[in-house]
């Protein structure tokens, strides 16, 4: 191609430029209930800095947020906040499930606490720990830039693959998990129907 | 309870009010737990016997809670409620029992005597499906509204009967 370009010109696609734009300016929602609450206001104070990162303009308006950190247990009166937060914020949207409580429930196997927040909504970066230190926290953005990086396009074209509707769990029980569920869930009964798949 | 008083020793300062109350509404004495007064009340008299109390200064109500007896060794009846009163003129404390049986447990409110039993009685209802009758308000305190059980009854399992699973899932599309 004959076309000569000033050395300060950089050619790429509008796609990679959005998410460049969207993944160094990630504004979380502070989703904390728990002791990993504090883990995440230490990794935006100044020792851990995730101004670096560019996500350190933690907002509590999820209209102005697109990154969701859920930190610590959510129970079932919260749940349903959680999910109209996660509905009012505005896409594109990302959620990381900080700790062991938000992804899986931990140590709080009882009939009020939820077992993983991922059963309700998508979650994009689970983080392990009990609770995580800042710098996994930081690791988990680090990845998730990455990942938006790599996949995300300027129309969001990537929320709507078939796999990003699937759910998706950080554990997997032995014994059919998703049919017990669906036997109380008629939303989830809709959906194995639709899908045909057993097992997410 | 003057009369009451004649035999007691400053020790034992609440003794007069346990022995009055138990004799007036045919309660049963126990005896005291490292200094701490107890009684035992029967269900259908307690409404009386707490303005008895209220009336001879227990005006503080420190806590209403319940004890589920199921399979417990040697327990006559299933549910055991406890109320915690204090008198704070004079620093009597007074520990008062009250039995009570499925299928439908219930005893008097508290609440018209002491304000403060209204939330304590909604957390046991909460949590043991127990009856208060004459409560203004008698809904669920900590739970959500939607729950049916009773989770701190024995018979109830600790994972609870998939209520926590029970909520629409939000996908991508959802958006």
Known sequence: ?200 | MDEHSAGATSAAAATPARDGVADLFGGTRQPPFRGQERVDLPADRVREAFRFLRDDGYDLLVDVTCVDYLEYRGAKHRYGLVYLLAATADNRRLTVRVFLDDPAPTVASATPVWPAANWLEREVWDMFGIRFEGHPDLRRLLLPEVFTAHPLRKDYPLQGRGERHNFPILTRDDG
């Open chain 1, 1 to 200: 191609m004959a076309l000569e370009l000033p050395e300060n010109v950089v050619v790429s696609r509008l796609d990679e430029l959005a998410s460049w734009c969207r993944k160094n300016s990630l504004w979380p929602m502070p989703f904390a209930t728990a002791c990993c609450g504090i883990e995440l206001m230490a990794t935006g104070a100044s020792k851990h800095d995730l101004a670096r990162f560019g996500a350190e303009v933690f907002r509590f308006s999820p209209r102005q947020c697109d990154l969701m950190i859920v930190a610590g247990r959510v129970v079932m009166k919260m749940l349903p906040v959680l999910q109209r937060i996660w509905l009012q914020m505005s896409e594109p949207k990302w959620c990381i499930s900080m700790g062991a409580c938000a992804s899986t429930g931990g140590v709080f196997d009882t009939y009020a606490v939820v077992q993983g927040i991922d059963r309700f909504i998508p979650v994009d970066m689970y983080v392990p720990g009990c609770p995580p230190r800042p710098e996994q926290l930081i690791q988990a953005i680090i990845d998730l830039q990455d990942k938006i990086q790599r996949e995300g396009t300027i129309t969001g074209r990537e929320f709507d693959t078939p796999e990003r509707q699937l759910r998706k769990r950080a554990l997997v029980e032995a014994v059919g998990p998703l049919e017990a569920d669906a036997a109380r869930n008629p939303i989830l009964q809709r959906r194995l129907a639709e899908a045909g798949a057993p097992h997410a």
